[in-house]
């Protein structure tokens, strides 16, 4: 249960992530409000999950996924750049993140 919270609450940083780019500086009202809900919903699904999983790992996991997510969202939907590069170090987190998962193990 700890990491299907885990989860949600990195999918909720990468909303949170680009309903502030939509708020425009947090002068659009409906983008502004859910970049506070998101944010604050992500915060406290992470603070329960890290009631079983270790902080570093479920730390590292949350920015993971919020970091890649956003970044493959901003390629596919924002019109980001998409070097190979670029993908590359997308990769690279989302490596990072399933070889946290599997060195935590059971947890």
């Given amino acids: 249960m ?3 919270l885990l989860t949600i609450a990195g999918i909720l940083e ?3 992530a680009l309903a502030m780019k939509s708020s425009d500086g947090f002068t659009r009202l409906f983008p502004s409000i859910l970049t ?3 944010g604050l ?5 992470l603070s329960i999950s890290l009631r079983t999983l270790p902080v570093g790992t479920g730390y590292a996991v949350w920015t993971g996924i919020g970091a ?5 969202l901003g ?3 924002l019109g980001d750049s998409a070097a190979p590069l670029r993908i590359l170090c997308i990769a690279l987190i989302l490596a990072g993140v399933l070889g946290l998962k599997l060195v ?4």
Avoid: K, N, R
């Fill in 14 to 16: 990468i909303f949170f």
């Fill in 75 to 77: 390629i596919a939907v």
């Fill in 104 to 107: 935590a193990g059971g947890q």
């Fill in 36 to 38: 506070v809900v998101c």
């Fill in 2 to 4: 700890p990491w299907l």
């Fill in 41 to 45: 919903s992500s915060v406290v699904l």
């Fill in 68 to 72: 890649a997510g956003t970044a493959i």
